[in-house]
């Protein structure tokens, strides 16, 4: 009998400790008494006698103009404080910033960083499957449609019924420039909320817990940012590793030179693994003007003649530099010159040709 009875308190003890509410979890455990608590008068002390040193060494600071009041007992929710995540390469946050907001510094060149900040939004927006009511890029404001999702929640432990909650949110998402356009921040603003749970309705929420709607939207936003840059920098490493077509042909300038049918941001890291195969070091480069400053250290084992099936040495040892032009959105130009910036003749850029392009096409580069 009392193996029974201890049996069946344990498993009562269970079905209360797992059935606890999601409020009483965000609420701090124990009494709340001290919600009516009153201030007590101060000690009259007569004037007859002396009056005692007081300490304000545990006196209670006075409450703050913007504290809500009403925060106190149960609807104090002691969860921790909600956080933007910069988990973007280049972003960071403001401390003591009181809005959920992110700063993000223009780290690719590829496009303008507000356009790819919007891009990813959207994109995130799409996977999502939630709607945009109002977007004006020019103005910097996007307002989303409601977002709603359904959450199924335990009821009281001794409801063993599962209560439905719809949650409904309108955000507003804007972003903010520096003069110089290579800094922007990225903010989120709960527009509207709607929670419906059987025929209650809540419309309103505290500041603490809109900040954790925004805070929490804008680190799903972040987190599909870091994402993307992971997944194109993966692409464009396949790309990179891949061999490209090259052909004869000429820079901008008119002038002898090899066209790869590539971006340049694909065919600048692509050159340098080309050079390091065929024996070249790299001792100085500056990918914003594309230019490379190199040192053909020549092949001990005839490494270009190997390729096109000569004995005669095409290169000379020495120093040499290149210069590689975007031509348009797929092709790059690569102008090899003197080390006085005199670029090579149609005759040495075509006896070249061979080497380099067998090199350029290949496979699989380590890189």
Request: one cysteine or more.
């Given at each position: 009998?009392?193996?029974?009875?201890?049996?069946?308190?344990?498993?009562?003890?269970?079905?209360?400790?797992?059935?606890?509410?999601?409020?009483?979890?965000?609420?701090?455990?124990?009494?709340?008494?001290?919600?009516?608590?009153?201030?007590?008068?101060?000690?009259?002390?007569?004037?007859?006698?002396?009056?005692?040193?007081?300490?304000?060494?545990?006196?209670?600071?006075?409450?703050?103009?913007?504290?809500?009041?009403?925060?106190?007992?149960?609807?104090?929710?002691?969860?921790s404080p909600a956080l933007v995540m910069p988990?973007?390469?280049?972003?960071?946050?403001?401390?003591?910033?009181?809005?959920?907001?992110v700063w993000f510094d223009q780290v690719d060149?590829?496009?303008?960083?507000?356009?790819?900040?919007?891009?990813?939004?959207?994109?995130?927006?799409?996977?999502?499957?939630?709607?945009?009511?109002?977007?004006?890029?020019?103005?910097?404001?996007?307002?989303?449609?409601?977002?709603?999702?359904?959450?199924?929640?335990?009821?009281?432990?001794?409801?063993?019924?599962?209560?439905?909650?719809?949650?409904?949110?309108?955000?507003?998402?804007?972003?903010?420039?520096?003069?110089?356009?290579?800094?922007?921040?990225?903010?989120?603003?709960?527009?509207?909320?709607?929670?419906?749970?059987?025929?209650?309705?809540?419309?309103?929420?505290?500041?603490?817990?809109?900040?954790?709607?925004?805070?929490?939207?804008?680190?799903?936003?972040?987190?599909?940012?870091?994402?993307?840059?992971?997944?194109?920098?993966?692409?464009?490493?396949?790309?990179?590793?891949?061999?490209?077509?090259?052909?004869?042909?000429?820079?901008?300038?008119?002038?002898?030179?090899?066209?790869?049918?590539?971006?340049?941001?694909?065919?600048?890291?692509?050159?340098?693994?080309?050079?390091?195969?065929?024996?070249?070091?790299?001792?100085?480069?500056?990918?914003?003007?594309?230019?490379?400053?190199?040192?053909?250290?020549?092949?001990?084992?005839?490494?270009?003649?190997?390729?096109?099936?000569?004995?005669?040495?095409?290169?000379?040892?020495?120093?040499?530099?290149?210069?590689?032009?975007?031509?348009?959105?797929?092709?790059?130009?690569?102008?090899?010159?003197?080390?006085?910036?005199?670029?090579?003749?149609?005759?040495?850029?075509?006896?070249?040709?061979?080497?380099?392009?067998?090199?350029?096409?290949?496979?699989?580069l380590d890189i």
């Amino acid at each position: 009998m009392n193996k029974t009875l201890a049996l069946v308190s344990g498993l009562t003890v269970l079905a209360l400790t797992g059935c606890a509410s999601q409020q009483d979890r965000k609420a701090a455990s124990g009494s709340f008494d001290y919600v009516k608590a009153q201030d007590n008068a101060p000690v009259q002390i007569p004037e007859s006698l002396d009056k005692p040193e007081f300490s304000d060494e545990y006196a209670l600071p006075e409450v703050g103009e913007q504290a809500d009041p009403d925060l106190v007992g149960k609807k104090l929710v002691v969860q921790s404080p909600a956080l933007v995540m910069p988990l973007v390469t280049g972003s960071h946050v403001e401390e003591g910033a009181k809005r959920a907001m992110v700063w993000f510094d223009q780290v690719d060149d590829s496009q303008p960083l507000d356009k790819a900040i919007w891009n990813s939004l959207l994109s995130f927006l799409d996977q999502q499957g939630i709607g945009v009511d109002t977007f004006n890029p020019e103005e910097g404001v996007l307002i989303t449609d409601w977002m709603v999702i359904g959450k199924e929640e335990d009821s009281s432990w001794y409801d063993w019924s599962e209560s439905e909650e719809q949650v409904g949110r309108r955000f507003e998402f804007s972003m903010e420039k520096k003069p110089h356009g290579r800094t922007a921040a990225l903010m989120v603003e709960l527009k509207d909320y709607m929670a419906t749970r059987g025929d209650d309705v809540t419309a309103d929420l505290n500041d603490l817990q809109e900040r954790r709607e925004e805070v929490d939207i804008l680190n799903q936003v972040i987190n599909h940012y870091e994402y993307q840059i992971q997944l194109e920098d993966s692409r464009r490493i396949a790309r990179i590793r891949q061999g490209l077509n090259i052909e004869m042909g000429f820079n901008p300038d008119g002038e002898p030179a090899y066209v790869v049918a590539a971006k340049y941001d694909v065919a600048w890291p692509r050159t340098l693994l080309v050079l390091r195969k065929l024996n070249f070091d790299v001792k100085d480069l500056d990918k914003s003007t594309g230019l490379l400053f190199v040192t053909y250290n020549g092949t001990d084992d005839g490494w270009w003649n190997n390729l096109i099936g000569s004995d005669e040495e095409l290169l000379e040892e020495g120093d040499y530099r290149l210069q590689l032009n975007e031509l348009s959105a797929d092709k790059t130009s690569i102008t090899f010159m003197n080390d006085e910036s005199e670029p090579f003749d149609a005759k040495q850029v075509s006896e070249l040709f061979d080497a380099f392009a067998q090199v350029m096409s290949e496979d699989n580069l380590d890189i």
